[in-house]
């Protein structure tokens, strides 16, 4: 179930514009993921800027690589080489996190 727009906190939205953003990946499937309405986060990344030409690039981008293009595919390749990135930053701390609640167990 959805919560309602008033139980978010300016963090917790200046966060998900910032994930939205940085990830590359459709509003769509970030909302779905942050258990977010679409049109909520829109207007969040639409006050924060964050929409635009920069979004509609991305999309463009994505449906091109679909079609198979050398250069849609090669700006693929450098969002997937970001993403991953970005990834096993995330990993790296939750395995650091993970240590330390252990020893905290001990």
């Known amino acids: 179930m959805r919560r309602?727009?008033?139980?978010?906190?300016?963090?917790?939205?200046?966060?998900?514009v910032d994930i939205?953003?940085?990830?590359?990946?459709p509003i769509t499937e970030v909302a779905r993921d942050l258990d977010v309405e679409y049109a909520t986060l829109?207007?969040?990344m639409k006050k924060a800027g964050k929409t635009g030409r920069n979004m509609v690039a991305k999309e463009s981008t994505e449906s091109a690589a679909a079609t198979g293009t050398a250069s849609a595919m090669k700006v693929e390749?450098?969002?997937?080489?970001?993403?991953?990135?970005?990834?096993k930053k995330e990993r790296d701390f939750l395995k650091k996190a993970a240590a330390f609640f252990?020893?905290?167990?001990k």
């Open 20 to 25: 939205c953003s940085e990830s590359g990946r």
């Open 77 to 87: 390749l450098e969002r997937l080489r970001h993403e991953l990135e970005e990834v």
């Open 102 to 105: 252990a020893q905290q167990n």
């Open 42 to 44: 829109w207007s969040w």
């Open 4 to 16: 309602k727009c008033s139980q978010y906190n300016a963090e917790y939205r200046s966060r998900a």
